[in-house]
C-alpha cells in the first residue's frame, strides 16, 4: 500500500511539474508573439452595449412572459 502511493505520488508530482514547464513556455512564446507581431498605431475601441442595461432588458422581458404565461 505504501509503495502504491509512493508511485502515485510521484508521478503526481511529475505531471504537475511538466503543466507548469508547458505553461511557462507557452508564456514566454505569447510574449515573443506580443512583442514581434502585435503593433497598436490605434487606440482599441469597444462597440459592446451596456451590460447593465442590456440584462435589464432580458429580466424584464422575461418576467413579461413569465406573467403572460401564468395569466392565461
Known sequence: MDLTFFIICVILIYLIYYLISCI?????ELKEVKTKCIKTDQPLTVDTPDVKE????ETIS??????KLFNK
Open 54 to 57: 442590456k440584462l435589464k432588458e
Open 24 to 28: 511557462q513556455s507557452l508564456n514566454k
Open 62 to 67: 422575461g418576467f413579461d412572459f413569465l406573467k
